[in-house]
């Protein structure tokens, strides 16, 4: 689990999980981390929801997930298919507190705003055509890095995936040095002009 | 900015749930690629894949990115171990993220009061300062920093808490109070600015408190309204009674929308009851006739139900009498955990095979806890049971 960097150093989530049916006290606080790490992970994409709503929909799907957990009614063995398990039921959880917070409001794409102005999405129709351009015309692995980075994967996974999926073995220190650099690249050529540099 | 590289992200992702190409990567297929489970020959075939189709790789670094944060790595790691530093990285990238629009609106107390903090410390200087003391003016400095933090804080927990939805009223007068002070900030009256904020901030910390009550009640409220469906569940409808139960419901109903909950949770109560006097008598488990499978294995499945509703653990072991001390333990932990719990078997297919049977159908689960959230959990069940000397038993839940 963790996967592919560190793979074989230890357990998997299954076995996680079967500790915990097997009531080992420490399996299960183990699995509090684990879950309260993935819920924030998870949950932080929701920003129209307050922290308290995040809070409740990360107890929501934590009763939930422990009686599946319990019920042992996961189907899923393999650590992505039970990340993914456990992302969808915080998802819904997400969505269920919006719902029930905001009777009859409709639900915005990913609870992140109310959906920009017609203005704005016009803007913002005209940077995202420019910059999906600009990162279609980068190769392959500047591609993968910057997605990567976006999406906050650590850069050792993403160094490791380089090598396993590309073949290509680079530093870590030159995944992130490159991802500066490609994201500054977007930013100033696609976006308002700013910089980090 | 960076808003606006993730929304970048986000398109990509809106995209692939909308249906990709007929080439695209399965969800398994990317949760395999992602945790290290995939066979060499598919790796190369994702990693192809991934070169040219954006919305994929981004499901994909999702997916990863979600294994690393919950890497029993990262968990040693928050837990104070030795170890790079994974997880504080992903936890500041996280606080970066832009707040919801409320919790900003809050945050500009926090910009007010470097405006204010910066007036008064001119203010005191230019008009006073030959005349005081300096510890004077630091303590009088501190003073407005320490009331416009609680300003701020105050704010931050209150509408946090669900005050604009909870405690409107309350809230609206702090946020008047507050809109006061910094008028009279503006006009440099910092004394009667000092006096309106500490008003403001007694306010906010009143809304906070009144939101939490509100939540408690309205948790109460809940759980009042799940009890009643299940007794609504159970009662005949074709009764006078049962027609005064609706109309309780509606009551309640009619309460919570108003976000009187105490009052709603009254009227459910009693409608609880009106649906309790009508409802058939909870049947005990006589034994049934011998040799209807059927009906005897109905009874162990209503035995099941009760012993779970009642926390009879004896019952339990009774109509499980295969479960190991472990599972027992289990039974009995969730027993005390929980204030109540409602099972609702709707058996849909019994087949029996000699002294074996499985009966199948769906249950809804209602568990209330003592702490925490009430939860609903509907899904489909099949039971094993075997027949041993005692009559049938539950063997496995699934």
Redesign the interface.
């Known amino acids: 689990?963790?996967?592919?960097?560190?793979?074989g150093t230890?357990p998997?989530l299954g076995t996680l999980l079967e500790r915990c049916r097997?009531?080992e006290e420490a399996a299960w606080d183990?699995f509090h981390?684990?879950?309260r790490?993935?819920a924030?992970?998870?949950l932080?994409r929701f920003?129209?929801?307050?922290?308290?709503e995040r809070e409740?929909a990360e107890?929501?799907a934590r009763?939930?997930v422990a009686?599946e957990v319990?019920?042992?009614?996961i189907t899923?063995t393999?650590?992505?298919?039970i990340?993914?398990f456990v992302?969808t039921v915080l998802t819904n959880a997400a969505r269920d507190v919006w719902r029930r917070?905001r009777p009859g409001t409709p639900l915005p794409?990913?609870l992140?705003?109310e959906g920009p102005s017609p203005a704005e999405r016009a803007r913002?129709q005209v940077?995202?055509e420019c910059?999906?351009t600009l990162?279609?015309s980068w190769s392959?692995e500047n591609?993968?890095i910057f997605?990567?980075k976006?999406?906050?994967?650590?850069t050792?996974?993403i160094k490791a995936?380089l090598e396993?999926?590309?073949g290509s073995f680079v530093s870590a220190r030159t995944v992130d040095v490159r991802f500066f650099r490609l994201?500054n690249e977007?930013?100033r050529r696609c976006?308002?002009g700013?910089s980090d540099e | 900015m960076s808003d606006d590289l993730e929304r970048l992200v986000e398109e990509f992702e809106r995209r692939r749930a909308q249906g990709g190409t007929p080439e695209c990567l399965s969800d398994p297929a990317l949760e395999a690629l992602a945790d290290g489970s995939s066979p060499a020959a598919a790796v190369a075939a994702a990693g192809k894949h991934l070169a040219t189709c954006l919305e994929c790789l981004q499901a994909y670094a999702t997916l990863r990115s979600l294994l690393d944060v919950a890497s029993p790595e990262a968990t040693r790691m928050a837990a104070g171990a030795p170890g790079v530093d994974r997880w504080p990285r992903h936890l500041a990238a996280w606080l970066r993220r832009p707040l919801s629009p409320k919790l900003a609106a809050g945050w500009t107390v926090a910009g007010a009061t470097a405006a204010v903090l910066l007036a008064w410390t001119i203010t005191t200087h230019v008009n006073r300062g030959t005349e005081r003391r300096p510890t004077a003016v630091h303590d009088d400095r501190q003073e407005m920093e320490r009331v416009l933090t609680a300003v701020a804080k105050g704010r931050a927990e209150a509408v946090g808490g669900g005050a604009d939805r909870l405690a409107t009223d309350v809230l609206e007068r702090a946020k008047a109070k507050e809109a006061e002070a910094e008028g009279l900030a503006a006009q440099q009256r910092l004394a009667a600015a000092m006096a309106a904020y500490r008003d403001a901030a007694e306010r906010y910390a009143e809304a906070a408190r009144r939101a939490g009550v509100a939540r408690q009640t309205r948790a109460e409220a809940d759980q009042a309204r799940i009890r009643m469906r299940v007794e609504k569940g159970r009662a005949r409808p074709d009764t006078s009674l049962f027609k005064g139960g609706l109309a309780a419901e509606q009551q309640g109903d009619s309460a919570y929308q108003r976000l009187a909950f105490k009052e709603a949770a009254g009227h459910y109560q009693a409608a609880q009851d009106l649906f309790a006097k009508v409802a058939p008598p909870s049947p005990m488990p006589p034994r049934p006739p011998e040799g209807d499978s059927q009906n005897e294995i109905r009874a162990v499945l209503d035995a099941y139900k009760r012993a779970i509703e009642t926390k009879d653990v004896a019952l339990f072991q009774r109509v499980r009498p295969s479960l190991s001390d472990a599972e027992l333990r289990r039974v009995r932990a969730s027993f005390e955990q929980s204030q109540y719990q409602t099972v609702e078997l709707r058996v849909e297919t019994i087949e029996v095979s000699g002294d074996e049977a499985r009966a199948g159908g769906r249950r809804l689960d209602v568990f209330v806890p003592k702490e925490g959230r009430t939860v609903h959990n509907e899904a489909p069940f099949v039971f094993t049971l075997e027949r041993g000397p005692g009559g049938w038993g539950i063997v496995a839940v699934n």
């Not at chain 1, 689990?1 to 793979?7: D, E, I, L, T």
């Not at chain 1, 319990?70 to 009614?73: I, L, V, Y």
């Not at chain 1, 976006?150 to 650590?154: C, F, I, S």
């Open positions: 689990m963790g996967g592919v960097v560190a793979a230890h998997p097997g009531q183990e981390g684990w879950f790490r993935l924030a992970g998870v932080s920003q129209n929801l307050s922290p308290v409740e107890d929501s009763v939930a009686l319990s019920g042992d009614r899923g393999t650590d992505g298919a990340v993914s992302r917070r794409p990913l992140r705003d913002f940077q995202l910059a999906e990162v279609r392959a591609r993968f997605v990567m976006l999406e906050r994967a650590a050792a996974s995936d396993r999926l590309f994201r977007v930013r976006l308002d700013a």
